[in-house]
């Protein structure tokens, strides 16, 4: 059964340092999500894209974050200047419409 | 914004028994998805509901989605320790999931 597959599993990273989350949707969706998760809260929405542009983002993610889908299969997350409360895990998710989502295992960034 | 709000938090249940988790809209929603999050695990997709008053059934697992499209539960009978984790309800409209903070499902022996 196809999987969204994220790397790397574990990103530890300095405060004030980009880091890069890689994401591999599944092959034949057509949309792209982000969602953190902080230790024990709930998943929340980072930002949606579709047809190589963001479709909706929510107010987590300002300017210091940016995706991208550089080629056919990778999406990925930027962050551009690490902060402690970055610090979660970041789970990608694609779907074929609009409708059930699928997830990957997720990378858990930690920001010293 | 629109809030999903889940009852209740934590839900202890003894092994054998039933128990719900309630999921409320602040807005309609197109459709409400239930994913389950085992710990240390990511979500994973149960079930969606789409038309008022939908009910789906997977097993020992009962979903329903209101009339007005603004609240759902899940029913779990005869609670077995597969039964453990999170259960996530989340509301979609436009292309956003929005996610309850979920209800955490600890089974006694």
């Known amino acids: 059964e196809p999987e969204v597959t994220q790397t790397p599993s574990h990103q530890v990273t300095q405060m004030g340092q980009e880091v890069i989350l890689r994401c591999v949707p599944i092959s034949n969706h057509l949309y792209f999500y982000w969602y953190r998760q902080i230790l024990g809260q709930k998943v929340e929405f980072l930002v949606s894209?579709?047809?190589?542009?963001?479709?909706?983002k929510s107010e987590i993610f300002d300017d210091q974050f940016s995706v991208e889908r550089p080629d056919g299969s990778n999406f990925t997350l930027k962050i551009r200047s690490t902060k402690l409360e970055d610090s979660a895990m970041y789970f990608c998710?694609?779907?074929?419409?609009?409708?059930?989502?699928?997830f990957g295992p997720g990378t858990r960034l930690t920001v010293l | 914004g629109q809030q999903v709000m889940q009852i209740p938090q934590y839900q202890h249940v003894q092994e054998g028994e039933d128990f719900t988790t309630y999921c409320n809209s602040s807005?309609?929603?197109?459709?409400i998805q239930w994913y389950k999050q085992r710990p240390g695990g990511h979500p994973v997709f149960l079930i969606q509901l789409v038309k008022s008053g939908e009910v789906k059934k997977q097993k020992r697992l009962t979903f329903q989605f209101g009339e007005a499209k603004k609240n759902s539960s899940l029913h779990i009978t005869a609670t077995q320790t597969t039964d453990v984790g999170t259960y996530f309800c989340?509301?979609?409209?436009?292309?956003?999931?929005?996610f309850g903070a979920g209800t955490t499902v600890t089974v006694r022996a």
């Open positions: 894209f579709y047809n190589n542009e963001i479709s909706e």
């Open positions: 807005t309609t929603l197109s459709n």
């Open positions: 989340a509301g979609l409209n436009d292309y956003k999931l929005s």
């Open positions: 998710a694609s779907s074929w419409a609009t409708d059930t989502q699928y």
